[in-house]
């Protein structure tokens, strides 16, 4: 049974960096494609990047693009998404979520399993 559980959000001034993390406690991890979604007040939830299962290929929102990394280490059960250069539109919850299937996708409803989610708060 995959459990993920995410960390790593706070308050960051605009500009700033943090990193969240999304570790799973009970599957097989390394077998299945990661995904970071978040959702602001008011909206609905937003694709932000994805990571697959066995070659690492990454996929990225237009928005974030060139400010937030995506990454995983298999050994640590853990998937991390670095994130720099942020605004006060990045506001927002953000979920870590599983894809069985192992390749990545952007859309949330190919997602299996999903985290409780951690909040970023940009201030500016």
């Known amino acids: 049974q995959v459990q993920l559980v995410e960390s790593g959000g706070g308050l960051v001034q605009a500009g700033g960096s943090l990193r969240l993390s999304c570790t799973d406690s009970g599957g097989t991890f390394s077998q299945y494609a990661v995904g970071w979604f978040r959702q602001a007040p008011g909206k609905g939830r937003e694709f932000v990047a994805a990571i697959s299962a066995i070659t690492s290929s990454t996929i990225y929102a237009d928005s974030v693009k060139g400010r937030f990394t995506i990454s995983r280490d298999n050994a640590q059960n853990t998937a991390r998404l670095q994130m720099n250069s942020l605004r006060p539109e990045d506001t927002a919850v953000y979920y870590c979520?599983?894809?069985?299937?192992?390749?990545?996708?952007?859309?949330?409803?190919?997602?299996?399993?999903w985290g409780q989610g951690t909040q970023v708060t940009v201030s500016s």
């Open positions: 979520s599983a894809r069985l299937r192992g390749t990545v996708s952007s859309s949330s409803t190919l997602y299996d399993y």
